[in-house]
């Protein structure tokens, strides 16, 4: 046995919303939407299509699954006129930019036919939710606690059968991975700074040698969001882990996120989360939950 294992540094959101079961009539149809987010639909019993802006619509039924990226318009309905249909869906987003272009590139916006692992996962996963959410044995935390565990064997899982799942026609070429990851370290170094410096997308591209539009098209190719978008959430996460230690007051944390005043980094934080920073600091939220539609803020 050896004598020391070091543990990795886990530091993780996960973000779950507007997940539900729902059997709905013949004719169906939901509006047209788009969200910052991924979204997961299974289709229990009946059939649906889905109209995603410029590809073929999607016609699938019972243990297909379909995982729509963020930022994509897209409509469901349900195909017949007449029969019921009965889907599982969930929304969720993950801080992992590895795994968000994994999934952008070889899973998402088509369907995954039922006989694969990944759609087979997908239903058993949704449907755990489904159970887990309706069990009158569980406390309101004992359900969260057990929806991430379970979102997160999903996300695993979606790891470990990526593989065997790859589109015939990649999303994104390799230059434009490259690239993106370059922009997005970039960004991580500027905002891990003790202090975080004015920078801003243009100074990123600049340093690349690319022009602000090609930097911002290849990043939401590869990534799902935009780099401002992706801009904010490292802010976020770095402005939520000040808070969350006691040695800083949140004059000193406005100052340390290069904020211009306390005014302007309580209306972006609250802007963000929903809550002011004050606010926040005083609930002394030291874990990670899973948020639903009422709680969440700027990047639900």
């Known amino acids: 046995m050896k004598q020391f294992v070091s543990l990795p540094v886990v530091e993780s959101s996960l973000y779950l919303f507007g997940g539900h079961q ?3 009539p013949g004719g169906w149809q939901f509006f047209e939407q788009k969200h910052q987010a991924f979204e997961l639909m299974c289709i229990v019993a009946g059939r649906q299509t889905t109209e995603i802006k410029g590809l073929a619509p999607f016609d699938y039924g019972p ?14 309905f349900n195909s017949s006129a007449t029969a019921d249909m009965t889907y599982i869906c969930f929304h969720f987003n993950i801080e992992s930019l590895e795994l968000k272009s994994e999934i952008i590139g070889n899973l998402a916006n088509t369907v995954i036919p039922a006989d694969t692992p990944i759609a087979k996962l997908a239903l058993e996963t949704a449907q755990k939710m489904v159970v887990d959410s309706d069990d009158a044995g569980l406390n309101k935390e004992q359900t969260k606690i057990k929806i991430q565990i379970t979102l997160l064997e999903f996300l695993y899982g979606l ?17 434009e991975a490259k690239i993106s990851r370059e922009m997005a370290t970039l960004i991580e170094e500027n905002v891990e700074q003790q202090q975080v410096p004015l920078f801003s997308f243009g100074d990123i591209c600049q340093k690349l040698g690319i022009s602000n539009g090609y930097g911002h098209r290849t990043f939401k190719k590869v990534y799902g969001v935009t780099p401002l978008h992706f801009i904010e959430e490292q802010k976020y996460r770095k402005a939520k882990l000040l808070l969350g230690s006691p040695e ?17 980094f309580s209306k972006q934080f609250k802007k963000w989360s929903g809550v002011t920073p004050s606010k926040y600091q005083r609930q002394i939220i030291g874990k990670r939950t899973v948020r639903t539609v009422k709680e969440s803020g700027y990047f639900e």
């Open 22 to 24: 729902r059997t709905v």
């Open 159 to 175: 790891m470990t059968n990526m593989a065997d799942y790859r589109q015939a026609n990649a999303k994104y070429s390799e230059r």
């Open 248 to 264: 800083y007051s949140v004059e000193e944390i406005a100052d340390l996120m290069g904020a211009s005043s306390i005014s302007n």
């Open 63 to 76: 243990g297909d699954a379909l995982i729509i990226s963020p930022g994509t318009l897209h409509t469901n």
